[in-house]
């Protein structure tokens, strides 16, 4: 089954490559390929997806979609845009840029920022010089993206530069009688002392099949920094697989959120390399599933170089038949002295049939370390809904109000104020008797 899902999307790209002709990324694309073929989709006899089977993402032939599709999305969009949020805006249907629906004016002198397709014929030589070959051991969807690279964002940012107001890339999808294939692609590269913050926003329909399978590709140079934010809100049939590759160079610093609340089967997938001395990052995530969703985060931090820090803190909350995975990897490499870091994860299981599967783990290499890493699976403080009942709060009220505390600890580490009340609004939507709890909480 899998050997035939690969030569569809083989067979998938040499089409797209006879149409587009010998662009300027046809080799990297046939490398790509080529290697993907070799890879082939992972399989749960393999360690990091042991619990996490892609077989149902293999069982639909996703195709490319057909170029200048126009969808009544103006609802979802408006769904998308987070209230009293100032920024520059990107927004993709269905991968695709639509330039009537984004703003970009009154970017800092010398930015760039651009939807790939144009890139790729004006910036060749940087974005060849920032994707590069995949690794032979790569996420084999980082290298079907590489593959299949079309459409997505390069955002640029010159030395000593400041952008005050964030970078808002909202992908909508979804709308089309079609099972397709997005695979945006997202280069981030900040020169020294830059600083910027962006949001990742993924909503889709409920009534359609499709598979997003996005990759960001974020390189500081000394002194920059990143803010990142992922809400990942597809529609309930979809197949969401997500890449975010990190490189930190000297005292760079990178502060990153994830949010997971949609989708059917979703993967997560973060590596950061701190590469050089000073070099911080901080991973927040929030992953909420019901139904029967699959939700999957794994992280690999690699400290390369001394005086490095690392902090992670992901909670879920999982109802139904949902299923959460998390898998943290830190290693510690033998030059890495003087590393700090710190993993915790904690989850919240509201059904006798939710499941999680969580895997922290640790290789240190170097001996003048400081390094710890924890988890929780549990569920709700009986002790804490008695006084909430004895209060005269109902019982469905009090778990809602409870479950809602639980997910607020990453909720309020959001320093964006538009984001966090939108992730607010979002969460407590979610759960039963939404205004009334929002009396209690907000």
């Not at 710890?372 to 005269?392: E, I, K, P």
């Amino acid at each position: 089954m899998s050997d035939t899902a690969v030569n569809h999307y083989v067979s998938e790209l040499h089409r797209l490559q006879k149409e587009m002709g010998c662009d300027n990324l046809a080799r990297l694309r046939e490398a790509a390929i080529g290697r993907f073929q070799s890879q082939g989709f992972p399989s749960t006899r393999q360690e990091n997806w042991k619990y996490t089977d892609v077989r149902p993402l293999t069982r639909m032939p996703f195709s490319l979609p057909e170029t200048g599709m126009v969808a009544d999305h103006e609802a979802w969009l408006n769904e998308a845009r987070l209230p009293g949020l100032d920024c520059h805006e990107l927004v993709f249907v269905n991968g695709r840029f639509s330039a009537e629906l984004s703003r970009t004016d009154g970017l800092p002198e010398y930015v760039v920022l651009k939807n790939l397709a144009v890139a790729l014929e004006e910036d060749r030589t940087l974005i060849e010089s920032l994707i590069g070959e995949d690794n032979a051991d790569s996420n084999p969807f980082n290298t079907l993206n590489t593959a299949f690279i079309l459409d997505g964002v390069l955002l640029s940012v010159p030395t000593d530069c400041i952008i005050d107001i964030p970078v808002h890339l909202i992908y909508l999808s979804g709308f089309s009688d079609e099972g397709f294939a997005a695979h945006p692609r997202n280069i981030i590269a900040l020169e020294a002392n830059a600083s910027v913050t962006v949001i990742e926003n993924y909503v889709g329909a409920d009534n359609s099949r499709y598979f997003t399978n996005t990759v960001t590709d974020a390189f500081l140079q000394e002194n920059s920094s990143l803010t990142h934010y992922k809400l990942q809100q597809e529609g309930r049939g979809s197949y969401h697989i997500g890449n975010f590759n990190i490189l930190q160079a000297a005292s760079s610093r990178v502060y990153s959120h994830s949010i997971s609340l949609g989708g059917s089967l979703v993967r997560n997938d973060i590596h950061a390399e701190l590469k050089a001395e000073g070099a911080e990052i901080a991973l927040q995530g929030l992953y909420m599933g019901t139904g029967k969703q699959h939700i999957d985060n794994h992280t690999r931090i690699d400290h390369l170089s001394p005086s490095t820090q690392s902090r992670e803190n992901y909670r879920g909350v999982l109802n139904d038949q949902a299923r959460g995975v998390f898998n943290g990897k830190v290693v510690v490499h033998k030059d890495a002295q003087k590393t700090d870091a710190a993993q915790s994860n904690a989850n919240l299981l509201l059904s006798d049939f939710a499941e999680v599967d969580t895997k922290p783990e640790l290789e240190i290499y170097a001996d003048d370390v400081k390094c710890s890493h924890g988890t929780t699976v549990g569920q709700l403080d009986q002790d804490m809904l008695f006084y909430l009942r004895s209060r005269a709060i109902d019982e469905e009220t009090a778990r809602s109000i409870l479950t809602y505390a639980f997910a607020e600890e990453i909720i309020t580490q959001i320093d964006l104020q538009p984001v966090r009340e939108y992730l607010e609004y979002r969460v407590i939507g979610r759960l039963p008797d939404a205004d009334l709890i929002k009396e209690f909480t907000v």
